[in-house]
């Protein structure tokens, strides 16, 4: 058990430009999550895959996001256009087959911060 | 409305006290809960959970949490805390039904300063 890793940790950009976030979840998980968590605040969901597809999208999950997993492993979110307000962590997280109820394996996150 | 409650923004207890961090739920019908920590600039570890059965869990770490149906609580304990355990600490729900895809619903956080 590795772990989820996600890349980069940090990521600064300019407001305007896109960019790119990966999660690479716990092998044999085939439940992924994006959640995105602001400074004294709670994570708050994004969007769920179960394996190569996407299952559910928050209302958060604007039409400058998007989100894939295209072979049911790996995942990337991409924002594109960025804003002041898209300053966050962003966490990615996966779980096991079965239960709703299995816990979530929470990667170290990528801080996003837009100047 | 629906929502996780974790009343206490921040807590300062110092070494070696007791420890309880308040959450409270309110959705139609209980739902998964669970307790998780988070160090600063890092991801969140899970601490405990709870399902159904005993209303006592046993978390890692020495923690433990007690869901109250009555009062929908799920309050977090340590007998004695560590300088270790400083974290900002989240409570958060998982929905039961059909179609419910596991995401979880956070509280706002409870900050833990320790004091030597």
Redesign the interface.
């Known amino acids: 058990d590795t772990g ?1 890793s ?1 890349n980069p940790r940090h990521k600064i950009t300019k407001r305007g430009q896109n960019v790119t976030f990966r999660c690479d979840p716990i092998s044999e998980h085939n ?1 992924l ?1 994006w ?1 995105r968590q602001t400074l ?6 994004l969007t ?1 895959f ?1 394996n190569e597809a996407q ?2 999208k928050s209302r958060l999950l604007s039409d400058r996001f998007s989100a894939e997993r295209p072979k049911g492993s790996f995942s990337t979110l991409e924002i594109q256009r960025t804003e002041q307000g898209d300053s966050a962590m962003y ?1 990615c ?1 996966s ?1 096991s087959a079965g ?11 990528t ?1 996003l911060s837009i100047l | 409305a629906q929502s ?1 409650t974790q009343p206490d923004i921040h807590i300062t207890v110092s070494e070696g006290a007791s420890l309880e961090l308040r959450c409270n739920y309110s959705y139609g019908a209980t739902p ?1 809960l ?1 307790w ?1 920590v988070q160090s600063p ?6 601490l405990l ?1 709870y ?1 159904s059965g005993d209303t006592l869990v046993q978390g890692i770490k020495g923690f433990e949490a007690e869901f109250k149906r009555s009062q929908s609580s799920f309050n977090l304990r340590k007998p004695s805390v560590h300088w270790s355990d400083a974290a900002e600490y ?1 409570c ?1 729900v ?1 929905l ?1 039904g059909s179609g ?10 409870t900050t833990l300063q320790v004091k030597p």
Do not use: C, M
Not at chain 1, 101 to 107: K, L, T
């Open positions: 989820v996600q439940r999550y959640y004294g605040q709670g994570p708050e969901f769920y179960q299952l559910e966490l997280a779980s239960s709703s109820s299995n816990p979530q394996h929470f990667g170290d996150g801080r | 996780v998964y669970f998780y600039g890092q991801g969140l570890q899970l959970k399902f989240f958060a998982v039961l419910n895809t596991g995401k979880l619903i956070f509280g706002q956080g």
